[in-house]
Each structure stands twice: as C-alpha cells, then as structure tokens.
C-alpha cells in the first residue's frame, strides 16, 4: 500500500476516534439538570411549592352583630313612706295579789267587795309591796289610780324605781269592805318599771289593784 493511503487511513481513523470520545464523554461530565427550586410567591425561601389551586382563599368577614339596646325600665312610683303612730298605750290594770309582785312581810287577804275577791294587806313598817309595770311606750307623767281600802286616815307612800317618794294621806270610806280610788300624776321611765308601796313610819291602807293611764 502506498504511504499517502497509509497516512489517510491514519487521520481517518484519529478522527473517527475523536468524534466517539465527544459522542460518549459529555453525558458523563456534565452535571444533570436541577429541578426548578424557585419559591413561590410570598413564602420564605426554602418552603413547598403550593399549588395555586390549593392555596385557601381568605374568607370574607362576617358582618357585626347588630348590638342589643336594653330596654329602658320602667320605674314605678314609689308610694310615700307611711307614718307609723305608736300603739296606744291603754290602761294597764295589775291586781295587788298578782303572784308576780314582790311581796315583803304584806299578805294577801280575801275580801268579798274586791276585784278578784282578794287584797293586799299588813303594808307598813318593814313589810312592802312592788308591782311591775310593763311597756311605757314613753317617758313622762302618767295617771296612777290605786283602789285601796282603810278604816282609819293611813299614809300611803310609793316610789319608782328608788326614785323620789311621794307621800299620800288617805281617808278612805272608813270601812274595810268598800273600796276607795285615788289617782296621782307620777313620772315613769319607757319600758318596764317597778313602783313600791310603803309606809316607814306607821301603817298603810290595804291595796286591791293599780292602774296606770
């Protein structure tokens, strides 16, 4: 063969080579196409990509409820405040021989022309009696109405409370059976009180009943 055909044959063959080597190197070589890693509008780089279609759409906001007015109240009329009088205070009626009086060394002694059919009597000296009164609604001067019997002028004295003593002298009917009333003003307090029958110097008229108006 000839040395021109030879070296043909040789550059065909070098260039035949070459163009292989381009054919299979380049797939091996080059780096494989990356996904496309752009984020999606505003999120932070780096997140999911969301697809538009699955991306919720903020709901409308509901309108404010309509706001409740309370109704006015109606204020009724409130009437006048009442004035409440206090209750009368009636006449208060203690008969002598009452078990609840105090009795020192005084005896109860049945008499027929009395009220219950009893009194009070052997008042004097030593020997007292005391009775309670109840429910003063006020204090100040009230009528004392004591119904005694005597035979003889007597003294009567009496007292409120350790207060100041009034001194009473009583004729009476003279007689044992007919009862004689005698009526003073005397001051007691409000409430409760207790009013003590004596004579410290002599003898007193026998006591039926006190009242005080």
């Not at 009636?90 to 009395?114: L, S």
């Not at 007292?128 to 003889?152: H, K, S």
């Not at 005397?186 to 003590?196: A, F």
């Amino acid at each position: 063969m000839p040395v021109m055909s030879r070296r043909v044959l040789g550059w065909a063959a070098l260039v035949l080579a070459v163009a292989a080597t381009i054919a299979v190197v380049p797939p091996l070589i080059m780096p494989a196409p990356q996904p496309d890693r752009t984020p999606a509008a505003g999120g932070p780089p780096g997140s999911p990509t969301v697809p538009p279609s699955s991306v919720p759409l903020p709901s409308a906001p509901s309108p404010p409820a309509p706001s409740r007015t309370p109704a006015a109240r109606s204020h009724a009329a409130v009437p006048p405040a009442r004035t409440i009088a206090p209750a009368a205070f009636g006449p208060v009626t203690v008969h002598a021989a009452d078990p609840a009086n105090i009795r020192v060394g005084a005896r109860v002694i049945e008499c027929p022309t009395c009220v219950d059919g009893s009194r009070v009597g052997y008042i004097g000296g030593p020997n007292t009696l005391a009775v309670r009164i109840a429910g003063v609604p006020r204090a100040g001067e009230w009528t004392l109405t004591v119904v005694y019997e005597t035979e003889q002028p007597r003294t009567l004295k009496l007292a409120v409370d350790g207060g100041p003593v009034r001194e009473l002298t009583l004729a009476g009917a003279r007689s044992w059976l007919i009862p004689v009333r005698v009526s003073v003003r005397l001051r007691l307090p409000k409430g409760d009180c207790w009013i003590r029958f004596f004579n410290d110097t002599g003898s007193a008229p026998d006591i039926n009943t006190i009242t005080v108006s």
